[in-house]
């Protein structure tokens, strides 16, 4: 039963107290019961909001209440707790018969793992000794393979002729012990033939047996006895090195295919190629190309002058037709086994390389541009002309990544081609746009018929500029993108050329920019050229210069074509949207000339003030001159020639609005001031009048200096209108017009305008 002293459970209930499983809000009890629970982790997290203190003591409480929730269980279930020890009988007597079956059968078994650990043991190292056994055979097979075929080669090796005088002594013997009745000729050729076959096929059998024995040295190379033999073989292939040279070179100089092809897998037998590529580069192909391309002390004197290398490869191509084809379709012929070689690269492709490198080293100079360009091209299409012998694309891949080919290729500096053209092209144009003045083609033929002719040499050239980046003696396909951004820098230059200058003459700067002074002093006629010009350029640029340039690149993809023509469009479009700047700046400039006849008009006030004039019935004479520069513009040899209706249009009705714009503004000014200053002096005669007795209305019937100001405007005016209309221009469309009418009109005719 439960202590007796134990204090009485308390209810869960206090009435001057909380309850006592009551907790805080941050503290829950149901977590500890989580699998997942960490005490660590837990109280790391409580520790940042909680105080050490407060959380230590409300971990105490809890395992108060938890202690006395386990007294209250034992108190409840007291007589199970007690009657579980009661129910343990006997305990220590059934573990002690349990535990000697168990011994025995541990017993039983460490015997039986001893065993069986003595017969693995015994099993392993029979199997090591078995495995040392075989790896000692092998080694001695190993061995006894590689002195039999040592001794095999060195054996076919003596039956081979050292040097090609011993073949030659061979054919002879040969000749004699074989005499035939069909002529000694002949019979020399056949036995030689002969010879030269069985020589070759031997050779071949010897180059495999050397292949082998590669392979056997190189898995024994460290045992002495194999270190032994090392000279030997060594000696056997310097011999079969030397013998197969003299064979193939031989099999060469008589064209004897068979011998070729043998001595070939020969040499792919024991991994020399470069030793058969550079054999055929040596004694075949460098004696041609010597005589092409002299090099070296002996051609220096026959050596030509120029650099030019046309017709150097137009000899090699005759003389790789005549003197190495023949090898080349060996080398090529399908499921040969001998697509290793590459005397393309290897033999001719290096022999030409080094002899225009010792012979015509300025070939590869980009100092002249036009000679290195020539001779760029020259070379590749001689590259194209050996990719022709190649029989796949994969060979022609093969023969690309030759580190030959790549050499060859980088002696071309197309980046310092292009600098140079670069400085040349756009250096020509820069040159021109910085002159002072418009300088006018003198030969431009004149006639409507002839609109597509350029009239200044600042135009001129920038479409010479242009064209000279796609011409066929400059341009360089692998370097388009490059030539194509020049093309948009020329055109982006010309443009700046012209809206700069165009700025600093509406701006009134003079030589505050270099460049620009040309604008500043160029008169309205001037800039038709320019208006005809950036026209005729925009066509150009949009139209054949666009198509040549999309034709000399058509074989770049579809999207790359429309990238091109959306820029090369972009940089003529640019030149167009100028032409409306070269307008106003025209308009501007007829404008100031207008103006200044304009001026007059201040003096009708002097004319009509306090004098006895009558009404006027004609015009001003300033009002003839008021259109004069735009009359004089429009009918100019100039402007009827290079400019197009719409621009003569475009020109008249922009400037006979800017200039009704200033006579309205000056007349409105000169009404406006006649009619203040009569106010003013109408009210000192009223005041005279009052002062001396008269009366007041004396003047009422006669005709005041104002109206008499506004007639003269409106004569004016009309004669104005109808010099407007004689140029073509609808005055009752002029917003500044009909201001100007309904000032100055009078009463009776401000609704209607009629000249």
Excluded at 330 to 354: M, P, R, T
Excluded at 662 to 671: D, H, L, P, T
Aim: one cysteine or more.
């Amino acid at each position: 039963m439960a202590d007796p002293i134990a204090a009485p459970h308390r209810s869960a209930a206090d009435l001057f107290s909380d309850p006592l499983d009551s907790h805080p809000l941050w503290f829950k009890p149901a977590l500890f019961l989580s699998p997942e629970f960490d005490s660590e982790s837990y109280i790391s997290d409580l520790r940042t909001f909680v105080p050490f203190d407060t959380l230590r003591s409300e971990l105490q409480c809890y395992l108060a209440s938890l202690n006395h929730e386990l007294i209250d269980l034992i108190n409840r279930d007291y007589a199970d707790f007690v009657n579980l020890s009661t129910k343990l009988v006997d305990v220590d007597s059934a573990v002690v018969r349990m535990r000697a079956p168990l011994v025995e059968l541990r017993e039983k078994i460490e015997q039986f793992r001893g065993s069986v650990q003595n017969s693995l043991v015994a099993l392993t190292n029979g199997l090591k000794q078995r495995s040392e056994a075989a790896e000692a055979r092998e080694v001695l097979e190993l061995l006894l393979d590689t002195f039999h075929v040592v001794s095999k080669v060195e054996k076919l090796i003596k039956e081979l002729p050292s040097v090609p005088a011993d073949w030659s002594n061979g054919d002879v013997n040969l000749a004699e012990k074989n005499s035939i009745s069909n002529g000694a000729s002949l019979q020399h050729t056949e036995n030689g033939t002969n010879l030269r076959d069985t020589q070759s096929m031997l050779l071949e059998r010897i180059a495999s047996e050397m292949n082998r024995l590669k392979f056997y040295f190189a898995h024994a190379q460290n045992l002495p006895f194999i270190e032994n033999m090392e000279k030997r073989i060594q000696g056997a292939s310097l011999l079969l090195d030397a013998s197969l040279g003299h064979c193939f070179v031989d099999g060469l100089e008589h064209r004897d295919a068979n011998a070729i092809y043998n001595c070939l897998r020969a040499y792919a037998a024991i991994d020399n190629t470069r030793g058969a590529e550079e054999l055929f580069r040596t004694t075949i192909v460098a004696p041609l190309i010597q005589k092409i391309i002299p090099h070296g002390t002996s051609g220096a004197a026959t050596r030509p002058s120029g650099d030019d290398l046309e017709n150097d490869y137009k000899q090699i191509r005759t003389c790789i037709e005549k003197d190495c084809k023949f090898l080349l379709e060996i080398s090529f012929e399908e499921n040969s086994g001998l697509h290793v070689f590459d005397f393309l690269a290897n033999s001719i492709l290096k022999e030409v390389l080094s002899a225009i490198q010792k012979g015509k080293p300025g070939a590869f100079s980009p100092g002249r541009p036009t000679e290195f360009l020539k001779n760029y091209k020259s070379s590749l299409k001689f590259l194209a002309h050996l990719e022709g012998y190649c029989p796949s694309r994969s060979a022609v891949s093969k023969f690309r990544a030759e580190a030959v080919y790549i050499d060859f290729m980088k002696q071309w500096n197309l980046g310092v081609y292009f600098s140079l053209r670069f400085q040349e092209i756009a250096g020509a144009l820069d040159s021109i746009l910085v002159e002072t003045s418009l300088l006018p083609m003198h030969n431009v033929p004149s006639g409507q018929g002839n609109s597509l002719a350029l009239t200044l040499k600042q135009s001129v050239t920038l479409l010479e500029c242009l064209e000279s980046c796609w011409r066929e003696d400059v341009i360089v396909l692998s370097c388009a993108d490059k030539f194509l951004r020049l093309s948009l820098q020329l055109l982006s230059r010309y443009s700046s050329w012209l809206s700069s200058g165009l700025a600093a003459r509406k701006m009134g700067q003079t030589g505050s920019k270099s460049g620009c002074e040309w604008a500043i002093s160029a008169v309205p006629d001037d800039f038709i050229y320019i208006i005809h010009d950036a026209d005729q350029l925009y066509k150009v640029v949009c139209g054949d210069f666009l198509g040549h340039v999309l034709k000399l690149l058509s074989s770049c993809p579809a999207d790359v074509l429309d990238l091109v023509k959306q820029s090369l469009l972009q940089g003529g479009k640019s030149l167009n949207d100028l032409v409306p700047q070269v307008i106003n700046t025209i308009v501007e400039a007829l404008v100031e000339k207008s103006a200044a006849e304009l001026a007059q008009l201040k003096g009708i006030t002097a004319t009509y003030r306090m004098t006895n004039k009558p009404l006027p019935v004609r015009h001003s004479p300033y009002v003839a001159g008021v259109l004069r520069p735009l009359r004089a513009f429009l009918e100019g040899e100039r402007a009827t020639q290079y400019l197009t209706r719409d621009a003569i249009n475009e020109v008249l009705l922009n400037a006979a609005t800017e200039i009704t714009g200033r006579y309205n503004e000056q007349a409105a000014n000169v009404v406006s001031v006649a009619r203040k200053t009569e106010t003013s002096l109408q009210r000192i005669r009223q005041g005279a009048q009052r002062r001396g007795g008269a009366s007041s209305d004396v003047s009422d019937h006669n005709v005041s200096d104002t109206d008499k100001i506004c007639m003269q405007i409106f004569l004016d005016i009309q004669e104005y209108g109808r010099n407007l209309a004689a140029l073509g221009v609808d005055v009752s469309n002029i917003e500044a017009y009909r201001s100007l009418w309904e000032c100055v009109a009078p009463p009776d005719r401000k609704s209607v305008i009629d000249f």
